[in-house]
Structure formats: C-alpha cells, structure tokens
C-alpha cells in the first residue's frame, strides 16, 4: 500500500508539533463534493480544538484507510444504503464524555454498500491489519480477524439476508498518542437462534460465556440481537462487545438492566440522565433503545455496560438534544466544550423542528467509572449554510 501524503508532509506549529493537514490526504479518484472531502475538512477543524496535533499524521491516514471508499460518494442525502444513519449518510462522530474521555472518535461504513460479503470481509481483513500497524496495537490480530469472520458469518441458503450492511469501523484518539479501533458486525443475520449462537461464541472468546448467558436470560424476548464490535487498543487487551435492540420497553426495564451488570452506582444517575433526557416521556414506554455491554479479554472486572437512546424518538429538534445534553453535562460536571465544539464544526445552528445531528446518546460505566455518549451525524456544508 502506498504511503499517505500525511506521513511525509506536515506542518511545523508553535512548540516544535508537526501536524499533518487534510490537503496531506492521499489524491485518488473521488469528486470534489465527496463526503471524503467535507469530513477530512471537518477532522482539520476538529483536530486543534482537542488537542491532538501530535497524532494528526496518523489520524488521517486512519481516516484514509477506513473512509475513502466508503466516503468517495457524491454529498446527496437518501442515495445510499448505509444504515449507520436514517438518511444513510455513511459516517458518524461519537463522544464519550466523562471517564474516560475519548475526545474525537469516527464510526464509517467499511468499504463500498454494493460491496458483496465476501469483499467486504476482504476489506475489513486488509484495513484492520494496516490499522494494527499503524497504531502499533495490542492483541493477535489473526484471532481477533478469525472471530470477526465467525460472527459475520451469512448463510448462503438465506433467500432474504439482512442488507444493513455487514462491518462498520471506528477510530479513536486522545492526547498522548492513546488511540484505538473499533470494528462493528451486524449481527442480524440468520434466525434468532443463530444470531444468539453467534453472540454466545463471540462473548465466549473474550471470557465471558457466563456474561452472555445471564443476559440472554434476563432479556426474556424484551430484546434482540442487534450487532457485536471488537476493540483493539495500543495499551489494553481486545475488548469486545455485544448489543442488543429494544423497543417500547419501560424505563425500569433498562434500570433492571443495568443494576444487574454495573451495580447500584448506576442507579441514581440513570435515574437524572432519564429525568434530564427524556423529560416527562420517561414514564411511557421507550421507544428505540440500544443496551450493550463490554468485556475485556483476561480481565475478571466486572463487565462494561451503556444504555443508549435513538435522539430521533427523543427530542422535537437538534436545538432541544443540544440543550438537554448541556443540562446533563452540567448536572455531572463534565466540561463541554469537546460537544459544543463538534457541534460547531459539524452543524452550524440546531433547528428546532428536526433531529438532523444527534443520533444516539447514553450512558454507561467503563471499568467501573461513568460516562456519557453522543452520536453526531455531520452535515454538508449546504445544510449547515441553510440553517443559518
């Protein structure tokens, strides 16, 4: 593979930091108005505000390997079949805010929707090695690729498989070079049976049979399977975990939830999370919900959990979740700024009749500590421009 631009070419800035522009991307066939384009401009603004210009050289070649197939598309809302996102706009930016705090994460679909199963496992095989090498990350990454491949596994027989797409990937980085990798399979295909089989192998290779079977049983056909990530990092062990979908379940569902796995400590803040939220449709039944919970391969800590709420069934517009989530962050005294400055770069002004950015938001415990988690969807420039 050819290197990136942004590894030979940098730009010196004050105290001697060389970083690494998004003009450094390496030029390949893609349209100007491609999402490829919009977001690497997006990351170049994003970049100085948190901090990270020492690892912006690796960020965008991160960026490249995981985005410029995916993201090498004309900007048109609705035209694709990602479904990452309502109007399949390929590409997320995550927060998680608190402890720990990851200050700029992307999730993207992996390689082009059109690809078929086998090309795309292909796809993910190539990226996530080159990205091992890149971020010099710990764990076997032969095992971890053997898993992926068992968990995507599609039976050939199936006359109608799920077309949400097969594998998604994240990357994340922090000050001090702490960065890390996220790949995403979409475990709704096969019956429910298989789906569960596969979340039992998966949750079993990192440790945590005992875990899976727990939840499978408290879950009681209140919840399905919905998708499993593997998470590879330069200073912990893979990490993997599996996610469930849930609507129209209680609030005290979720509750129950989470005081199995994370403990009482999680109660109260569920509690004001949903008060502050949700507002007074807490006491109705929820309506699109996602429940995980994470594990850490040769770790006997208690397993991570995170409850997440689709910001489409919560909020009448953008500027409603924008004011909610600083309430939120307030109560729990974590600095905004890392949200409001993403929302700047990648929204401009919120409406306040429709839900454009905020996709998901949650709560959850990370080896014991609390955080909170924000799903932005970036805008096209046109959209922003407008809504000013």
């Not at 208690?302 to 409850?307: A, E, L, R, S, T």
């Not at 959850?364 to 609390?370: A, V």
Request: charged content about 20%; some cysteine; aromatic content about 8%.
């Amino acid at each position: 593979m050819r290197e990136s631009r942004a590894a030979q070419t940098k730009e010196r800035k004050p105290g001697g930091i060389w970083v690494a522009t998004a003009e450094d991307l390496r030029s390949h066939d893609r349209v100007e108005s491609s999402w490829y384009k919009l977001v690497a401009t997006q990351l170049q603004a994003l970049i100085p505000k948190v901090g990270i210009e020492e690892v912006s050289a690796q960020l965008y070649q991160a960026y490249e390997l995981i985005c410029r197939t995916s993201l090498g598309c004309p900007v048109e809302l609705g035209t694709r079949s990602s479904r990452l996102n309502l109007d399949g706009t390929p590409i997320q930016f995550a927060l998680a805010l608190g402890h720990p705090t990851v200050p700029l994460q992307f999730l993207s679909e992996a390689g082009s929707p059109d690809m078929s199963h086998s090309e795309a496992r292909e796809f993910i095989d190539e990226t996530v090695r080159a990205l091992s090498s890149l971020l010099q990350l710990r764990g076997d990454i032969d095992s971890v690729l053997d898993l992926i491949h068992r968990a995507s596994a599609v039976d050939a027989r199936d006359i109608d498989p799920d077309r949400g797409g097969n594998f998604w990937v994240g990357a994340g980085f922090a000050s001090g070079g702490k960065s890390g990798v996220k790949i995403y399979i979409n475990g709704k295909s096969g019956t429910p049976g298989e789906r569960w089989s596969k979340f039992e192998d998966f949750a079993a290779f990192f440790g945590a049979a005992k875990t899976h079977q727990q939840l499978r049983q408290l879950l009681a056909g209140k919840m399905t399977p919905l998708g499993m990530a593997a998470s590879l990092q330069q200073d912990e062990n893979p990490n993997g975990r599996i996610y469930l979908s849930g609507y129209g379940n209680s609030v005290s569902h979720y509750e129950n939830l989470l005081r199995h796995f994370g403990g009482k400590q999680i109660i109260e803040p569920f509690r004001q999370y949903t008060r502050v939220m949700l507002g007074k449709d807490r006491t109705y039944r929820a309506q699109s919900a996602v429940f995980s919970v994470g594990f850490e391969q040769g770790s006997d800590s208690p397993p991570d959990v995170k409850i997440e709420f689709c910001g489409h069934c919560l909020f009448q517009g953008d500027a409603q979740a924008r004011d909610r989530c600083l309430e939120w962050l307030t109560l729990r005294n974590i600095d905004p700024r890392a949200y409001t400055d993403q929302l700047e770069v990648l929204a401009g002004q919120m409406s306040p009749t429709k839900v454009n950015t905020h996709v998901y938001l949650g709560l959850g415990l990370k080896k014991q500590r609390e955080y909170t988690t924000i799903y932005l969807k970036p805008q096209p420039a046109s959209v922003i421009t407008s809504n000013a």
